[in-house]
């Protein structure tokens, strides 16, 4: 599937209004979505490089770097190598007994999702803190009552979460939510796009803050690329 081809599958299969992109902003931040959708190791298949090293007051190289390469990294080995069994036993007829092709259909859809949700988690940190822009400031506000009343029902939300946090806008209703997820293929809102993501695993923070998950949580909010944020929020 070419760019222009993916660009298409994905306004359409996430409910975008036709002749939405003429609105000023919005074409730009679907090129860049492009772009991004483009490097995904999904695509490439191979790791996505890191934006950030490390974040100093935040999270260490030595938090950020195994958590890319083993987490991240070997999600994208699992679901490379079971979509290619898959696809031979489809194409080529290759044998699977039940077990093993529930097995594989299984890890394509855990760890593909956890792929782009690493994709989302990396590539949404910022070094220093930022605001939101207008018009996603705007719908949080509306959405929620105020920043910070989101701000709190978000940090909650991921001090909850054993796997993941996002704050989401579904296409149906135009809604945000901020969403709890306990493993990559649970607490999705099916067409949601996800605009903030947070990882709460362990493995994302333990290095730099052993038990202590709360301060991970509220030390992220500090670190939002806003920018990327206001991005996705126009591409959904």
Not at 148 to 170: I, M, P, R, T, Y
């Amino acid at each position: 599937m070419n760019l222009y081809d993916r660009r298409n599958f994905l306004f359409t299969s996430t409910g975008a209004v036709a002749g939405s992109l003429v609105v000023s902003g919005l074409l730009d931040a679907a090129e860049d979505d492009d772009r991004h959708l483009a490097q995904s190791g999904l695509v490439t298949g191979h790791p996505k490089a890191v934006k950030h090293a490390e974040i100093p007051g935040f999270l260490s190289a030595a938090q950020i770097a195994p958590h890319h390469s083993a987490h991240y990294g070997g999600a994208l080995k699992a679901v490379i190598a079971a979509d290619a069994k898959l696809d031979d036993s489809a194409k080529n007829g290759t044998a699977l007994d039940p077990a093993a092709f529930a097995h594989l259909k299984r890890i394509v859809n855990s760890r593909g999702n956890s792929v782009v949700l690493h994709e989302l988690y990396f590539d949404g940190l910022a070094p220093k803190e930022g605001n939101p822009e207008k018009a996603l400031r705007g719908a949080i506000e509306q959405r929620f009552g105020s920043i910070e009343k989101w701000s709190s029902d978000f940090v909650a939300s991921a001090k909850e979460a054993a796997g993941w946090a996002l704050l989401v806008k579904h296409p149906v209703n135009g809604k945000l939510y901020n969403v709890v997820s306990d493993e990559h293929a649970m607490g999705v809102l099916w067409m949601a796009n996800p605009l903030i993501v947070i990882d709460t695993y362990e493995h994302a923070f333990y290095i730099d803050y052993q038990n202590r998950k709360a301060d991970y949580v509220e030390k992220f909010m500090s670190h939002i690329d806003w920018p990327a944020a206001a991005s996705r929020f126009a591409r959904a």
